[in-house]
């Protein structure tokens, strides 16, 4: 048995998709979707990503819409699903300290060894880690009852660790939307 090459467990995001499995998927023709992308981050004045960026995320969506048989049209054209697609961005920072000592709280138990003095001090390391998420929503626009509750139809979440090269990241959102349509092959148009 081989091992997995780790340096690639974690380049690509981890996809996730649930179908509405009582939804007939070839009653709907149309589709929307934004040329914008919420963004939610650590940062409060990030709401919204209108750039070259953005348009490669919602370009892979409606590329695979289109290789399934749905038509893009505009969103005062009626469009039998609408489609929403946010961007989060979260970086979590860590301190790990301690050890199998954890009840003397990071120092080391004193009589272990026998009696010793000076304590040992605790060891500690602090550590960050960037992750990001990119979620797809599909609602049926089509059967949409007048109280304006909107039946999901279609949704996936992708997600993974993300570095500083933007490139990279929206490469890595953009293989992961193809692979969440590839993997939901309820979606296609019969």
Known sequence: MKSPDFDQLSSDFVVTTKTDSSSIFSNYRTYYISDTVAYHSDVVTDTILNNANSKQLVDA????MNTLGYTFVAKGAKPDLGINMGVLKNTTVSVVYGGWWDYWYGWWDPWYWGWYYPYYYPWAYAYAITTGSVIV??????NAPTEHN?????????GGAVGDNINTNVQRGVTAINQAFAQSPLLKRQ
């Open 61 to 64: 969506v409606k590329q695979n």
């Open 137 to 142: 929503t599909m609602v049926d626009l089509k």
């Open 150 to 158: 909107l039946r999901v139809v279609w949704l996936s979440v992708m």
